[in-house]
């Protein structure tokens, strides 16, 4: 099973940001694919950000505009950049990941594998 480790939450003001990292045992974008997802207290797990071998991202409506998903492929790190940090932004963050296997990276439904996930607070 490969290893994610997640880094990087932590508590915020409303308006401010914070950068999420995800460090893989094995990355290889082209059979691996990884994306964050997040859970609020009382609610179920959700795709936030996802992007594939080509560069393509895809976003929850709920955070376009003020996050961005980047990898760095030399560090086999997966990053979330939290800008306009909201409250209702407030959840534990997870890496999340799968193996490929001609499947779709922008596909939230495909992941399989989870970090131990980070929390991110958002006070107003």
């Known amino acids: 099973q490969v290893q994610l480790v997640e880094s990087g939450g932590g508590s915020v003001q409303a308006g401010g940001s914070l950068r999420l990292s995800c460090t893989s045992s094995?990355?290889?974008?082209?059979?691996?694919?990884m994306g964050w997802f997040r859970q609020a207290i009382g609610k179920e797990r959700e795709g936030v950000a996802a992007?594939?071998?080509?560069?393509?991202?895809v976003y929850a409506d709920s955070v376009k505009g003020r996050f961005t998903i980047s990898k760095d492929n030399a560090k086999n790190t997966l990053y979330l950049q939290m800008n306009s940090l909201k409250p209702e932004d407030t959840a534990m963050y997870y890496c999340?990941?799968?193996?490929?296997?001609?499947?779709?990276?922008?596909?939230?439904?495909?992941?399989?594998?989870w970090g131990q996930g980070t929390q991110v607070t958002v006070s107003s």
């Open positions: 992007t594939d071998s080509d560069g393509r991202t």
């Open positions: 999340a990941g799968f193996v490929r296997l001609g499947r779709s990276c922008l596909d939230f439904y495909n992941y399989n594998n």
């Open positions: 094995v990355y290889t974008y082209s059979r691996y694919c």
